[in-house]
């Protein structure tokens, strides 16, 4: 009988087991796709705003989702015969053959057709004949419109066979075609229009205009196979997770982190002004405070756009590629502000003298100038440095010098690197970005004696001291840095050190306001700092960057935005900060008078070292060969957020094991000769 009970028992717990087993992989999904940059695309943060939207979805359902990349014929294609759960995003408007082989879920917010244009083309159309799409189309007779053969298709434009409609292969050919005024239209989606200006072809950010109001806004689907037995069942489930993340406001919060938004609000008896800010702790400050500026000013509506840096960076520069008009302040750098000023996107700064300009740092008041023009009011600046854990050296034995080598950190790094214990020797900078990896890795190629650019123009990535200092990059972070490192940014990294998990790391000098702080850091009475590591050369090793606010001319509002940056960055907010989060957290960099004051003074010990460290950082002698642009992490020209940004993806796959330094450092010299030719840097 004991027998029997034990052989029942351990046929049931098998084929509970096996039970488990089934169920787990029932709950997983696979579903096809392409890409539809921005939307959806493996370059993308967490593959993009789609994937996101889709993975959240069934996860409330119980599903786990696998995304898998192909291109859109052979996505539709293994969707069609069963071979993949789904395809997605699609439209219902596609081939009436294709869409019998799938059974489709709720809609969810796809993309914003419309017509681009060239801003020096005047047209005559009433703004009662843009209200209707068909009297506007009407008002275009003779025009050329291009269409991308295979791509975007309206009925409206189908059908307007008073114009000219010409096909071309690509939406990048549309856009040459648009420029050499081949055409006077282009049928494209906004932020398609606008990431392939910015990506691909920054030379021509500013000539275009996205004309609003739009076309169409079209939805995205998922189509599930027909072909297989629980399609009906996934979309139902895809349906109630997507009504569970629409009700709580889930849906919103990742259009917003995507940097993907409707047309810009106005607020009923009130100025609505929207600022695009990056989502560091500073910032964050800034918004909970602005509360402060509402109550002064009950006329004035604030609403905010906090983006990660990367995002932010691309929202900006994209909303000024099609002069959509989104942003009344944005926040912008050193970088940005004399090549936006150049190009007359921003509005020049006139003060008041209560504003006490004169107490802003020489060097970061140069930064936000063009030819003397103060174009943004700065927030705060910073250097890099290297923060270390006192602690975890002294019980290794070893002692920091004032001055380290690169050698010296990956020296120390073996001796401090504990992952048992959850205790990394360095952390770096791994996020694809130009403001992100390639800040580090270029002050990096600095110390290792290494150069963006000849003094002819010529990119030099696949040269030695690059393929010298990634290399080193590499072998330190492989053996001695934290998991997950190309997800890891300034404020992934700021993470870890604030929670003990990082025995170096260096960065921005902005970070020791929270390391300091007792409120924040776990270590904040271990912390040590020095200067930026150095290698052949000193020269360009630590950076020099500002944040700052800026009101672009395409807002509709500037005397009241001008009001708001004029709080944001006042002596007297300085005092709101410290009255509420105290000294060790304000704005630094900045203010003469910040650094005079003895309870910032006292709060802040490394004050001092970070205002010498701003005053002597030179952009214009930072290699160790002659350079033809200014910049210490960062070139001072129009094309570096998409250079910088593709290079920056390459490193990022060579740390993922994809392709050798070599490889990546070879492709990247490819990429930046062809930009750099397009733009007239070189024949």
């Not at 700021?494 to 260096?506: A, R, S």
């Not at 003895?598 to 005053?615: G, I, M, S």
């Amino acid at each position: 009988m004991y027998f029997l009970k034990c052989i029942t028992r351990l046929t049931f717990l098998i084929s509970y087991i096996l039970y488990i087993k089934c169920a787990s992989a029932e709950q997983v999904i696979t579903l096809a796709t392409g890409e539809r940059i921005p939307y959806i695309g493996k370059s993308l943060s967490q593959n993009g705003y789609v994937a996101e939207l889709v993975t959240t979805a069934l996860a409330r359902q119980g599903y786990r989702v696998n995304i898998e990349f192909y291109p859109w014929a052979r996505t539709l294609k293994l969707a069609q015969e069963g071979k993949v759960d789904g395809a997605l995003p699609l439209f219902k408007e596609i081939d009436p053959k294709i869409s019998s082989s799938f059974i489709y879920s709720k809609p969810f917010p796809g993309d914003i057709i419309g017509l681009l244009k060239k801003k020096s083309l005047q047209l005559h159309s009433s703004a009662k004949e843009r209200e209707s799409s068909h009297s506007f189309l009407a008002s275009l007779k003779g025009y050329s419109v291009g269409m991308v053969r295979g791509g975007i298709s309206l009925p409206m434009i189908d059908n307007a066979s008073f114009l000219d409609k010409q096909m071309v292969s690509t939406d990048v050919q549309n856009l040459d075609k648009l420029n050499l005024g081949r055409i006077q239209f282009a049928l494209i989606d906004k932020y398609t229009a606008a990431d392939l200006i910015t990506s691909q072809l920054p030379h021509l950010i500013g000539n275009f205009e996205f004309m609003a109001p739009p076309l169409a806004e079209r939805d995205f689907f998922i189509g599930f196979s027909s072909r297989l037995k629980h399609s009906q069942q996934l979309a139902d489930a895809f349906n109630a997770g997507l009504d569970k993340i629409t009700r709580d406001g889930t849906l919103e919060k990742i259009l917003k982190k995507h940097g993907l938004f409707t047309q810009k609000k106005e607020a009923h008896n009130k100025t609505h002004l929207t600022i695009g800010t990056v989502n560091n702790n500073d910032m964050k400050i800034m918004q909970t405070l602005s509360n402060a500026f509402e109550k002064d000013h009950p006329d004035i509506e604030l609403e905010w756009r906090v983006l990660d840096e990367n995002t932010l960076r691309l929202r900006l520069l994209s909303d000024l590629a099609i002069a959509d008009g989104q942003f009344d302040i944005m926040t912008i750098g050193t970088y940005e502000a004399p090549i936006w000023a150049k190009q007359k996107w921003l509005m020049p700064l006139s003060l008041q003298d209560n504003y006490d300009l004169n107490d802003i740092l020489p060097t970061v008041r140069a930064g936000f100038s063009y030819e003397g023009q103060l174009f943004a009011l700065p927030f705060y600046a910073e250097s890099s440095m290297m923060f270390y854990r006192k602690d975890l050296f002294s019980k290794a034995g070893i002692t920091m010098p004032e001055s380290p080598t690169y050698e010296d950190v990956m020296k120390f790094a073996s001796k401090i690197h504990h992952p048992e214990t959850g205790v990394y020797g360095v952390c770096l900078r791994g996020k694809a970005g130009w403001g992100e990896n390639m800040a580090f890795l270029t002050t990096l190629a600095n110390a290792f004696g290494g150069r963006w650019f000849d003094e002819q123009w010529n990119p030099e990535l696949n040269s030695a001291p690059w393929e010298k200092a990634l290399n080193f990059y590499k072998q330190l972070m492989t053996q001695y840095g934290p998991p997950n490192l190309t997800q890891n940014g300034f404020n992934e990294n700021l993470q870890l050190f604030l929670n003990g998990k990082c025995g170096m790391w260096i960065d921005a000098t902005v970070a020791a306001g929270m390391l300091f702080d007792p409120k924040q850091s776990k270590v904040w009475n271990q912390l040590g700092y020095v200067k930026a590591p150095a290698q052949v050369t000193s020269k360009g090793a630590a950076w020099l960057w500002g944040w700052g606010l800026a009101i672009p001319n395409t807002s509709s509002h500037k005397k009241e935005a001008t009001q708001f940056i004029s709080w944001a960055t006042s002596k007297g907010y300085i005092h709101t900060v410290a009255k509420n989060y105290g000294w060790v957290q304000v704005p630094p960099g900045t203010r003469l008078s910040t650094y005079k004051n003895e309870n910032y003074l006292k709060a802040a010990p490394f004050a001092k070292f970070v205002l010498n460290a701003v005053e002597h950082a030179n952009i214009k002698d930072s290699t160790l060969k002659p350079k033809p642009y200014l910049g210490i992490q960062y070139v001072s020209i129009p094309e570096f957020p998409a250079i910088g940004h593709q290079v920056g993806l390459e490193v990022a796959k060579a740390m993922q094991g994809e392709q050798s330094i070599q490889q990546a450092l070879m492709k990247a010299q490819e990429k930046t000769l062809l930009q750099m030719k397009n733009s007239g840097y070189i024949k």
